[in-house]
T-cell receptor
C-alpha cells in the first residue's frame, strides 16, 4: 500500500508567523499533489495543488514539491486564527486514478 | 461543497441492520468516490465509480457495496452494519482521472453511528 506520511501535530504557531507543514510520499510514480484544509466537523476543502518541482504561490499559501526527495510542503504566511484546522496532504497513485490521503496535521494559530 | 449533497447527514442504526447512504451531484462529473474518515486513519477509499454502472473497490471495501444507476447519484450500502463501520463518510467527485488536473471535491459528509 502506497503511503503518505504527515506529522499529526498539533503544530502551534503564533499569529502572524509562518506555518510550515510537511508531507512525504512513497510512490515515485505520483504526479499530482494536493493540500486540503479541514475544519473540525466539516469536509475537506481543496486549497492548493502542484504538479511540478519547485514552488507554487497562491495568496498567503505556498506549496513546495521536491520529487527527488518525495517531499511536499505547505507554507502559510501571516498565519491567522482562521487558519487553525487540520491540513491533509494528498497524492495521486501512479495510475493517477485514485488519490491517497495522509492522516493530516492539526494546526493551531495562537493569538 | 461544489454541488454535492449527502443524505442523511446523521444516522444512528443498530448492529445487523442495512444502511444506505446517498451522494448526489449536480456537476455532471464522471467520477465519484466514497471515503470513510476515522481518527488516526485519515481518509480511506471504500469504493469508486468511473461511470454509470462502472464501479471498483478501494482499500477498505469489505462489508460495503455501491451502485450507480445515474450520473448524479452514487449509493453506498452497508448490508449488515457493524460497530466497526461507525465513522464519518464522505463522497467526492472528479471530472477527470489520469494526467495532472484530477483534483477531487467533497460533499458535506454523513456521520454514521452503529450501536
Amino acid at each position: 500500500q502506497k503511503e503518505v506520511e504527515q506529522n499529526s501535530g498539533p503544530l502551534s504557531v503564533p499569529e502572524g508567523a509562518i506555518a510550515s507543514l510537511n508531507c512525504t510520499y512513497s510512490d515515485r510514480g505520483s504526479q499530482s499533489f494536493f493540500w486540503y484544509r479541514q475544519y473540525s466537523g466539516k469536509s475537506p476543502e481543496l486549497i492548493m495543488f502542484i504538479y511540478s518541482n519547485g514552488d507554487k504561490e497562491d495568496g498567503r499559501f505556498t506549496a513546495q514539491l521536491n520529487k527527488a526527495s518525495q517531499y511536499v510542503s505547505l507554507l502559510i504566511r501571516d498565519s491567522q486564527p482562521s487558519d487553525s484546522a487540520t491540513y491533509l496532504c494528498a497524492v495521486t497513485d501512479s495510475s493517477a486514478s485514485k488519490i491517497i490521503f495522509g492522516s493530516g496535521t492539526r494546526l493551531s494559530i495562537r493569538p | 461543497d461544489a454541488g454535492i449533497t449527502q443524505s442523511p447527514r446523521h444516522k444512528v442504526t443498530e448492529t445487523g441492520t442495512p444502511v444506505t447512504l446517498r451522494c448526489h451531484q449536480t456537476e455532471n462529473h464522471r467520477y465519484m468516490y466514497w471515503y470513510r474518515q476515522d481518527p488516526g486513519h485519515g481518509l480511506r477509499l471504500i469504493h469508486y465509480s468511473y461511470g454509470v454502472k462502472d464501479t471498483d473497490k478501494g482499500e477498505v471495501s469489505d462489508g460495503y457495496s455501491v451502485s450507480r444507476s445515474k450520473t448524479e447519484d452514487f449509493l453506498l450500502t452497508l448490508e449488515s452494519a457493524t460497530s466497526s463501520q461507525t465513522s464519518v463518510y464522505f463522497c467526492a467527485i472528479s471530472d477527470r482521472v489520469g494526467g495532472l488536473k484530477n483534483e477531487q471535491y467533497f460533499g458535506p459528509g454523513t456521520r454514521l453511528t452503529v450501536t
